[in-house]
């Protein structure tokens, strides 16, 4: 009896693998603003775990993306999208992805989970200063906060991507103000201040490419694009975290309304969210942040412990809320200044 009981619960078992399996399918169509080297890392993890679920990319900017999953509502064609998704959305696009969150949602960092119930949060872009570290040693500078940039040393030395249309500009705003009060007198004395010494430009990349080719002194961007410098062996160049702390844009992954593979979809974000593929992902890459506090990063990464980092706290809602009205007065202010 006892033999039979444990042949029937074997057979359950694989009948309930089987069920699984045919319940995720073989197929996912994914889309994302990912770079290459992500999208290879995290697939080369998933498919380890879901040898069977074949996964089709589609590469998009994330305006692109969100106008393609509006035009396909009637008959989606994709089933989730990883990157480009952002705490600041709010509830944007609230119609367009499946109210659903990830389980692993609940090990974000403190502060990094996005509460609009269809975003679930894998991965940060943490704000950082890239210092070309042989030009500031030529002006005499040793730049560690916002404080520093104030200097005269620094006019027209300083590059930031247009807050309007950058989200790694916005990011650098919000931290400023993360610093200084949201939206308080305090903080735009201090950007007043500032803005002689910035350069703005319409590449968010160049805040540190042009920065480790010796055009800029500072690039007011973050860690993802400085820590692939030092990657591939940028010796000019240091990584800096504001000394006044520093805070960081949540990113996600959600799964597309309607999606024709929803279960797989949502298996591949659950994989992502987890502490198993962001540790993956993490250790794979060296240079990405995951929103997963347990993620464990190895010997090899080229960022600091997240608990090394003075981390401030943002008002991500009241941001996202008052977006237009700070963007008005970045460039009321921003005129006045320049055209003095």
């Known amino acids: 009896m006892k033999k039979f009981l444990a042949l029937l619960l074997v057979a359950m078992m694989a009948l309930g693998c089987t069920a699984i399996a045919e319940d995720l399918g073989n197929t996912l169509i994914l889309y994302t603003t990912m770079t290459q080297t992500d999208l290879d890392v995290m697939l080369d993890g998933f498919a380890e775990v879901y040898p069977d679920i074949e996964v089709e990319t589609v590469y998009g900017k994330i305006g692109e993306t969100v106008g393609r999953i509006a035009a396909e509502a009637a008959n989606p064609q994709g089933d989730l999208v990883w990157g480009g998704l952002c705490d600041s959305d709010g509830m944007n696009y609230s119609d367009l992805f499946e109210h659903w969150v990830s389980e692993y949602s609940a090990e974000a960092i403190e502060g990094y989970a996005c509460d609009n119930g269809f975003y679930s949060m894998d991965h940060l872009s943490t704000v950082v200063f890239c210092v070309n570290t042989e030009l500031a040693a030529q002006?005499?500078?040793?730049?560690?906060?916002?404080?520093?940039?104030?200097?005269?040393?620094?006019?027209?030395?300083?590059?930031?991507?247009?807050?309007?249309?950058?989200?790694?500009?916005?990011?650098?705003?919000?931290?400023?103000?993360?610093?200084?009060?949201?939206?308080?007198?305090?903080?735009?004395?201090?950007?007043?201040?500032l803005m002689p010494n910035l350069v703005i430009t319409e590449s968010s990349s160049a805040c540190f490419n042009s920065v480790q080719k010796g055009e800029y002194v500072v690039g007011l961007t973050y860690e993802d694009g400085v820590s692939k410098l030092l990657q591939q062996g940028a010796t000019n160049v240091a990584m800096i975290y504001p000394a006044e702390g520093s805070s960081a844009s949540a990113f996600g992954a959600a799964v597309i309304k309607g999606a024709k593979h929803e279960a797989a979809a949502k298996a591949m974000i659950d994989w992502i969210c987890s502490k198993e593929g962001s540790t993956t992902i993490a250790a794979g890459l060296q240079t990405l942040r995951m929103t997963n506090k347990n993620t464990e990063y190895g010997a090899e990464s080229y960022l600091p412990a997240t608990e090394d980092i003075k981390w401030v706290t943002r008002d991500v809602k009241f941001l996202t809320e008052n977006k237009a009205q700070i963007l008005d007065h970045w460039n009321t202010l921003y005129t006045a200044v320049t055209t003095k």
Do not use: F, R
């Not at 906060?145 to 807050?163: E, H, S, V």
């Open 139 to 193: 002006l005499g500078l040793d730049i560690k906060g916002y404080a520093d940039l104030l200097t005269p040393a620094l006019k027209g030395q300083i590059l930031l991507a247009n807050p309007n249309s950058s989200s790694s500009a916005w990011n650098n705003l919000c931290n400023i103000m993360a610093v200084y009060g949201h939206d308080s007198e305090e903080a735009w004395a201090y950007i007043e201040q």
